[in-house]
């Protein structure tokens, strides 16, 4: 597919989060997230200063986990839609859009911890991601280690087979649990346009 095509209907934050009755796109809960990458950089500052001032060397290789924890939980500060879908296809971050055609489920897993709830949304692929994928997303080499909202489990194919000249299948689990937007309407979204497919 043209780049030019594929930028044209990736969401992003220009276009909006919503843009019309047929295109979603979710980001991760900015307020959750500055919690922890705002203290995490202060705390690594924090030993920073402290090094200089007590001329304790030692002392700054604090700052290197803190600085870790910042460099990871990035993502969760941004404004970068993380989850999407259009008629083109899901979009995930730092993947891209996975066709219609290729998705055969989607189901969403709640499970708790004590107080906590969280929930992923479970996506069968008939064939495997890389075949799936319609339209990749430049991927930046910076980004690679940062935190994703979703990853990638092969599929249980004991009871079904993918289609003939298909070889092999994947499940994708998202996890939705930090991405602002409502599970029910993800899946709302998702089933309109594989009926519409």
Not at 103 to 128: D, G, P, Q, W
Request: glycine content about 6%; hydrophobic content about 40%.
């Amino acid at each position: 597919m043209p780049e030019e095509r594929q930028k044209a209907f990736i969401p992003s934050k220009e276009r909006g989060y919503k843009n019309s009755e047929r295109e979603l796109a979710c980001g991760y809960n900015i307020q959750q997230g500055r919690s922890t990458v705002y203290t995490a950089m202060f705390l690594a500052i924090l030993f920073i200063c402290l090094s200089s001032l007590l001329e304790l060397p030692l002392l700054a290789l604090g700052a290197v986990p803190a600085s870790l924890v910042a460099y990871w939980h990035y993502p969760m500060i941004e404004p970068r839609p993380q989850v999407g879908c259009n008629s083109h296809g899901f979009y995930l971050e730092r993947l891209g859009f996975i066709g219609w055609l290729n998705i055969t489920n989607a189901t969403i897993e709640t499970s708790y911890v004590r107080t906590m709830k969280f929930e992923r949304l479970i996506l069968t692929l008939s064939c495997n991601l890389e075949t799936a994928i319609i339209a990749r997303e430049v991927k930046n080499w910076w980004r690679i280690p940062m935190m994703k909202c979703w990853h990638k489990k092969a599929a249980d194919l004991k009871r079904t087979s993918p289609p003939a000249g298909r070889a092999g299948g994947s499940r994708i689990v998202v996890e939705l649990s930090h991405v602002n937007c409502s599970p029910e309407a993800i899946i709302n979204y998702i089933n309109k346009y594989r009926r519409v497919t």
